[in-house]
């Protein structure tokens, strides 16, 4: 079954599917227009929206898919429409919250959604390799990672571990500035507004710790967002990067 994700952006002579497509209408099209090439990344964007809007709505139809069918048809190749870089979080699994199947999401996680060398290295390859344009850093309300960090900052508590300390490192610069302010009075605002920023600073870091994707964003219209998912309801929310409509 194709499900009306794989209908955005896909052009049926010369009118696109999205427009023919209303509400609970599905077309039988092939999966192949569903390859990124015809998604525009702002398509792209639209298209996990619109799963993550089902997957809240419990909506879900990427498990009503035909699994033999997409095995055989990603065996061969992969063309995922998005590269998302998500904290390890049990509670963020990428594909369901945005209801996306095999092949869909190229997917990247690690505790805090940081960004060193080997993140920006699979999202170049991503990019460069799979053709992906649209690139999300998804962060999450009660992350572990930031509160440890916080922890840190302002109480002085002890990493474990040198390797657990590396992902702090990667998320204080981010969160420090914030402990200047009044916001470190309130422990929970505090909380939130630390993931926002960690959210911000690894899309920057993609978006100029790079020349290859530098230069994909000059010339390709490579878009990289930030975006938040809330643990108590489900939704992401988009607030960074996101171009204006129309
Ligand atoms: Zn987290």
Known sequence: MLSRRHLVGATLGGVTAAMLAGPGLELAIPREASAQSTLSPDDALQSLMDGNRRFVERRLTSFQED???????????????????????????????????????????????VVAPSQIGSVEYAVEQLGTRLVVVLGHTGCGAVQATLDVLQHSAETPSRNLGSIVDRIRPAVEGLLATELRRDREALARQAVRANVRVAANALRHGSHLLERRIENDGLLVVGAEYDLETGVVELFDGVPEAG
């Open 67 to 113: 699994i033999d069918m997409l095995l055989q048809h990603t065996a061969e190749k992969q063309e995922p429409f998005a590269s998302v870089l998500a904290c390890a979080d049990s509670r963020v699994p990428v594909e369901l919250v945005f209801d996306q199947g095999l092949g869909d999401l190229f997917v990247i996680r690690v505790a805090g959604n």
